[in-house]
């Protein structure tokens, strides 16, 4: 049985490590493909494959097409909008998601751009602090749980929105339950997103909510670039030169983004949020156990394509 670990942005040696005890300790072989540029190096290494870990690499239906013996595909995180589910549930593969095993990373790094961003990107003399500041967390879930969480130590009041999630959920943990999307944005001067990518939220953040938010608003983006409506974004920044945007991960128009609006903008120069040893150990061997359990037990836990 081979387990192929398919990381364009490989995961820190450690985990890497534990992954192949895991697999090796089970009785299965591990393949290991990183910092591939071609995807035919992709489809090479899959041709073999009875399962495989992946991070953000995107398994579309060529990737499927070409590993005939693929049983299960995990991608080791949370967002999973680069599996083609379609394409592994036509040809019965299994896929699955590690979710919560790398929140904290990406919560720390909002918190932390929070404050790069606070700070005029260390600028002397223009800094402000989040003492005190609204912070809206858009999307309640594992990781925006533990941006709240992190944000109240520094003296902020956490307000939320996320139909998904019970109010009085929210409520317990101290936080101010918003009723709309619309209310999040006016209240809060900084927004941490935490929406994940798919057809009802491409696109979805654009001029009319942003244009709510107070003056010096800042939106904070560890999630996904395609949720933002990038060429709104531009209309905005440019008619509000309070506001503020910081994205992990650049947008499609950064270039543009950077010339046109300097330190009002950052993006950092590859998606850092999982870019951990706690994350990669934690999401890693969480991928590797969840194989190993369905080869063994027929365990899904965790199956998104149901
Ligand atoms: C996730 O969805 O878990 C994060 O975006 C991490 O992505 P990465 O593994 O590509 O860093």
Redesign the pocket.
Known sequence: MKILVA?E?PFAKVAVDGIKQIVENAGYEMALLENYTDVNDLYKAAADADAMI????KVTADVVANAPKLKIVV????????LDLPACTAKNIVAM??PG???N??AELAIGMMVFMARNQFNPGTGKELLGKNVGIHAYGNVGKLVAKIAKGFGMTIYAFDPFVKKEVMEAEGVVVCNTVEELYAKCHYVSLHI?ANEQTKKSIGYDLLSKMPKGGTLIN???KEVINEEELVKLLEERVDLKYAT??AAGNQAELTEKFGTRVFATP??????TAE??IN?GLASANQIVNFFKTGDTTFQVNK
Do not use: C, F, H, L
């Open positions: 990381t942005k992946v991070r953000s690499d991608r080791a995180g949370a967002g999973y909008d680069n998601n590690t095993q790398n929140s990373a990406v994940p560890t999630a996904r992990d991960v590859k998606k850092m949020g999982a870019e994350a990669n999401a």
